[in-house]
């Protein structure tokens, strides 16, 4: 009998180990499903009518900041001054800074891994961030600047890039005020 009950006990280990492998692996499973469906909502947010828009005004953005130094100052009056032209960059502004933010939320919350988290953030999407974004930050709300370009900072630090890159990135950045 001993024997009997020894046996059975084992064939229930063997059983319990096998039920929680399988479930290691529906937890896995489940896992890469959600953060699939995640990227694929980011995709789509990203490739939005309104995102393409917005983005297009930021490279326009970039391109007059270099062709006019002055840009930027007269950027943050107009704004300040509810210029109609100056509110629209700065919604265009917005929605690309509130992606990015959350883009890092999502991946810090462990929603997404480093590779997803890598492939939403191109080289491209640092060089607007840092060459055009946290400049119309700067100007716009210094008081608030250091904390926006902490998530930043958190967002490169995290996305995988080569220290190449990353110095690069870095040399176009606006000093804090």
């Not at 009950?5 to 492998?21: D, K, Q, S, W």
């Not at 919350?109 to 930050?137: A, G, P, Q, T, W």
Request: hydrophobic residues 40%.
């Amino acid at each position: 009998m001993d024997q009997a009950v020894f046996g059975f006990t084992l064939i229930m280990v063997v059983f319990a180990g096998i039920a929680i492998g399988l479930s290691w692996w529906s937890v896995r499973a489940t896992r890469k499903a959600v953060q699939g469906q995640l990227f694929l909502e980011i995709s789509k947010r990203y490739s939005s009518d309104d995102m393409a828009k917005s983005l297009g005004t930021i490279y326009e953005i970039k391109d007059l900041i270099k062709s006019n130094p002055d840009w930027l100052e007269n950027y943050a009056r107009d704004r300040k001054q509810g210029a109609t032209i100056a509110l629209e960059n700065d919604r265009c502004r917005r929605m690309v800074v509130h992606f990015f933010h959350d883009v890092l939320e999502i991946y810090d919350l462990k929603y997404i891994d480093k590779s997803i988290l890598h492939r939403l953030c191109e080289y491209s999407s640092f060089d607007l961030m840092y060459s055009v974004l946290e400049h119309m930050n700067a100007v716009a709300f210094p008081e608030d600047y250091a904390k926006g370009r902490e998530s930043y900072s958190q967002l490169l630090a995290k996305s995988g890039k080569p220290d190449k890159e990353k110095k690069e990135l870095e040399s176009i950045r606006p000093a804090l005020p």
